[in-house]
């Protein structure tokens, strides 16, 4: 290549990796809706009673996200989605994991109870 032609292939190059860093990052419209799907599945698992800090900074994630939103922050906001998204898979996950154990927990009371009974120990 001549020297002429190596210099717009790099003011080529540069132009492309100077307008790249300049382009905005687009609204996270399906993250705000998976985000507030997976809070709607904590709240109705519960998680209110069994991991309501881990909800709380769900919610407020998403919140914030609406707010980075409203700025257009999208690179903001879609962290926070993303955030809120695992904060409320979180919370899902605990308030099952609670349930199971409390589950268990009786499973383990009753059966005490029959091997009481089955040995005459409740009399």
Do not use: W
Request: glycine content about 4%; overall charge neutral.
């Amino acid at each position: 290549m001549t020297p002429s032609r190596t210099k717009i292939h790099r003011l080529g190059a540069l132009a492309t990796v100077v307008f790249a860093g300049c382009a905005t990052a687009p609204p996270p419209l399906t993250g705000l809706d998976d985000a507030t799907a997976a809070i709607a599945r904590a709240r109705a698992a519960d998680a209110q009673l069994y991991a309501p800090v881990e909800l709380r900074f769900a919610e407020t994630r998403l919140a914030d996200a609406r707010a980075a939103m409203a700025d257009k922050k999208y690179a903001a906001a879609a962290q926070r989605v993303s955030e809120a998204e695992i904060d409320a898979e979180l919370a899902l996950a605990k308030t099952r994991n609670a349930k199971a154990r409390a589950a268990a927990e009786q499973k383990a009371r009753d059966n005490a109870a029959l091997e009481r009974e089955l040995l005459g120990e409740d009399q």
